[in-house]
């Protein structure tokens, strides 16, 4: 590897690692799409609990279940196709270097695609987990009993927050992986992709947290619905 290789692979590892750190600074300072979230679940599961029929809230936990699986079923196959290539021997990586990737020795290819590999895999179980969580959810407001105190309902409602909200924050913490799974596909054609891809799919992530139409929207949300 070159010193511009390792340079964006260092910047590729600061973004990935950093993203979380600088997204709870960010939350605490002018509030983030996933922190304003934490909210709104926590006051729809507080709402659920006053209802009688919760047929509305299973739906809607089954469609985000479906979204997850869905996500995870497109990780798995991306996870094959790479895991082919590389694990496919010295032809199949001739092979795919000759589709216009940049001309590196077979180590270096191979680093690119475990690369990318790692930002798929990682992404597939914060995918499971997400998942096996949701159901956690859905049993819980199945078996939610019918309470007559104010201060029980509250109780309930954040008791089953507490396991949606890290649902909800592993499947985007899966979706993120695409982000970075899509920059570590931009190193096959060189460390200046890498390094523009990375700092691309960084800033990206942090608008769409902190200043997209949908973050204003949801944070204005958060403030009707905040008690």
Known sequence: ?????????????????????????????????????????????TAMT???????????????????????????????????VLFGGEQALQGFASVGADDVPTRLLEAKLALMLVCLARGLL?????????????????????????????ALGDAAANLLNPALSAFSQGVR??????????????PLWLALGVAAAFCLLIWRQAGSPAARAIRSARRLLEP
């Open 1 to 45: 590897m070159t010193l511009f290789d390792w340079l964006a692979l260092g910047l590729f590892m600061l973004c990935w690692l950093g993203y979380g750190p600088l997204l709870s600074v960010l939350a605490r300072r002018s509030g983030t799409l996933n922190d304003d979230m934490l909210v709104i679940r926590r006051v729809w599961m």
């Open 50 to 84: 006053h209802r009688e029929i919760r047929l509305v809230d299973s739906q809607l936990m089954g469609h985000t279940i479906n979204s997850g699986g869905f996500f995870a079923s497109t990780n798995l196959l991306l996870i094959a196709a790479v895991a082919s």
């Open 126 to 154: 914060d995918f499971i987990w997400s998942i096996r969580q949701l159901n956690y959810s859905l049993a819980l407001i199945g078996a939610a009993p019918e309470v007559h105190t104010e201060a029980d309902r509250v």
């Open 177 to 190: 992986g695409y982000y970075f799974a899509l920059a570590a596909a931009a190193w096959l054609f060189g």
